[in-house]
């Protein structure tokens, strides 16, 4: 099983990113997808999910910013970051899971710098 994220990178405050995590290794259609994030020195936490059948949820911290969303036929999740702020700087994983009781797995990882 492989998770792939790609599209982080340094961008200016107000600025916006889109993340991908390719999946390869489980049927993707099948799994809930999720972006979380972990900061220096700071818990891993949940940024963002998106169940099989579509249903989103978000972390208060980035509500009407960042956008999950999943190409079923790609085997890829999306994360779109807008308006990125600084508190937003992490490395951003993905993770795939069959149910919210399983652990399921993780990518690398990709890393996000918000910096003026």
């Known amino acids: 099983v492989q998770l792939q994220a790609s599209g982080g990178g340094l961008v200016q405050p107000g600025g916006s990113l889109r993340l991908s995590c390719v999946v390869s290794?489980?049927?993707?259609?099948?799994?809930?997808m999720g972006w979380y994030r972990q900061a220096p020195d700071e818990q891993r936490e949940l940024v963002a999910g998106i169940t099989t059948g579509g249903s989103k949820n978000y972390a208060d911290s980035v509500k009407g910013r960042f956008t999950i969303s999943r190409d079923n036929a790609k085997n890829t999740v999306y994360l779109q970051m807008n308006s990125l702020k600084p508190e937003d700087t992490a490395v951003y994983f993905c993770r795939a899971r069959r149910t919210s009781h399983m652990p399921g797995y993780w990518g690398q990882g990709t890393q996000v710098t918000v910096s003026s």
């Open positions: 290794g489980i049927i993707f259609r099948n799994n809930i």
